[in-house]
C-alpha cells in the first residue's frame, strides 16, 4: 500500500486545458481528470511520449469555455506518465508555483 503525501486536496474534476511541450514547441489539446492548487492528472493526446521530469506548460480552462489563453500557461514537472489506448497519455504534474485558484475555489468549480 503506498502512501498519500500530498498536502492539499485533489479534487475530481474534467476541465478542458492546454499543454504546451516545451522541447518540441507544440501544443496540445488536453483534460484534466483531477486537480489541487499544487499539481493535476491530465489525460493528452500525443504522437510522442511526454517523459517524466519533462518541463511543461499547462493552461486549465476554470469556466465552461473550452479555450484557454497562452497567457494562462504555469510551468509544470512531469512526476507520472501512463501510456494509454489510442494514443493517449496520462500524465500527473506539478506546478512550479500554486495554481492561481485557492482550495475552495476549486471546490466551487467542481
Known amino acids: 500500500m503506498s502512501i498519500d503525501r500530498r498536502r492539499h486536496t485533489r479534487l475530481n474534476m474534467t476541465r478542458p486545458c492546454k499543454v504546451v511541450v516545451r522541447s518540441a514547441q507544440r501544443f496540445l489539446a488536453a483534460r484534466t481528470s483531477n486537480v489541487s492548487v499544487t499539481g493535476a492528472l491530465i489525460e493528452v493526446l500525443a504522437d510522442r511520449p511526454i517523459a517524466v521530469g519533462e518541463i511543461i ?3 486549465i480552462s476554470w469556466n465552461d469555455s473550452p479555450i484557454v489563453r497562452s497567457s494562462e500557461l504555469v510551468a509544470a514537472e512531469v512526476t507520472r506518465a501512463l501510456t494509454g489506448p489510442s494514443g493517449t497519455q496520462t500524465i500527473g504534474v506539478r506546478f512550479a508555483t500554486q495554481a492561481s485558484v ?9
Do not use: G, I, T, W
Open 102 to 110: 485557492s482550495e475552495p475555489q476549486l471546490a466551487r468549480v467542481a
Open 57 to 59: 506548460d499547462v493552461a
